[in-house]
């Protein structure tokens, strides 16, 4: 018989990904998917440590899940990725009902641990090595990765897919819990990006996004031939099928001239690049441990400019970490001022226990000064991007189109003339009128109207002559 399971993402692109493999390896045992938790033998919840607001969302989520359990013990209820790892055994302190923990590196075993808790061998707990706990690569060993298995109905859309070809990270921002629960950075092997590449690409995968949390830094050692983040770009340019090539995140530092050359001569390499700031203060860069100076960071995107004058630059602020002072807060500012980010994701330092800045710095910057912080930073960054957007009005651009607009999906327009939403090369959101057998195509629209997230446009329609007209309709 087959089982029913429910799952449910938060945080990064990384975990989308992760949740694809961990539904392709269960659908391989039976599981199908379903959209109501009440109806499901298995529910995950696959989850982010960045923010405690995010943990403490599914300890709410686990307490609604309470009752169900008591009415039939035999659902298994699961808490797999990165606050697995982080929490470990709290989980089943805080939610004693909660069958499984399995951290991110271990998430192959999720189908075997399921069948034990089935065949009555009580709660599983998998996890990898701390960071502290064994030598190099005892650790790197205990973050496993299991790419090839996917499966295209947990991607964004059936013709966009997300590859790994990074996992953990070494920079050790001191805000940030990553490298405690996604390990040691590791690149992965060019050879095996490449085949899971072509493979995509024959399922009719069009855009394929790189994924790493310094996705720049990638750097692949096999005797004394070293693969870069440019080299593995040249190659997948060559596989027929993929018409886009992205890559996040990257790391400002590791921002190199053949990367961007490579995104400049490369037609398929999109031209957005997500370079991540954090703060416009050098005493905050340095708290946080980020490695480089503000004028390092200009300098840097000055260059971003020069070889690529049309590309997309984004970014992340944290607001409030410990220490910031007004001053410090005015040069995040400036730094939006100047840069013209196309966005920035704006977030209030949230202080994770186990990181070096929950350790050597007080979180002293009141709750009210952050949220004030974050409103003005969002309403500055939104000024920015609606003045920029409106540069599109009157312009043609090409757009992957990717399903419904939202505003349709709230509508439940039916039929197939419904309003579709699709992104340009710099990341873009345009939504305009169309056919739902668009979908998956790339096609020109003009632009006739745009706010500070959205363009509005309208297919081009192409004009042909009456014999050919005939032939076409
Ligand atoms: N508090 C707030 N924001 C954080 N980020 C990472 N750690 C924290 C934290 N402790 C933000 C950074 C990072 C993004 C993914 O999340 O801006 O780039
Ligand atoms: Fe966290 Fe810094 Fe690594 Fe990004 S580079 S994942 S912010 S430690």
Known sequence: MTKKLY???????MNVLDSELVV???RKRGYELTRDSGDADTILFNTCSVREHAEEKIYSALG????????NPNKIIGVIGCMAQNHQRTVFERAPYVDLVVGPGQLHQVPDLIDKIAAGGGQQLEVSLGRKDGTRTEIERSHESFDPLRDPSMRPTPFQAYVRIQIGCDKFCTYCIVPSVRGPEQSRHPEDILAEARQLASEGCKEITLLGQTVNSYRYRDGDRTTRMSDLLYALHEIEGIERLKFVTNYPKDMTDDLLAAVRDLPKACKYLHVPAQTGSNRMLQRMKRGYTIEEYREMHQRIREWLPEAAVTSDF???FSGETDEDFELSCDLVRECRFKNSFIFKYSVRPGTKGADLYADDVPEETKRVRNNELLALQNEICE?????FLGRQVEVLIEGRS?????????GDAVQLVGRTMCDRIVVFDGNLRQVGQTLPISIYDANAHTLFGAVVTQHVGPELFSLTT
Request: hydrophobic share 30%; with cysteine; aromatic share 0%.
């Open 387 to 391: 003045a920029d957007n409106q540069r």
């Open 406 to 414: 939202k505003a349709a999906e709230r509508r439940d327009e039916q």
């Open 24 to 26: 392709a390896s269960l």
């Open 318 to 320: 944290i607001v409030g």
């Open 7 to 13: 799952i449910e993402t938060v945080g990064c692109q």
């Open 64 to 71: 609604r899940l309470k009752n169900a359990k008591q009415k």
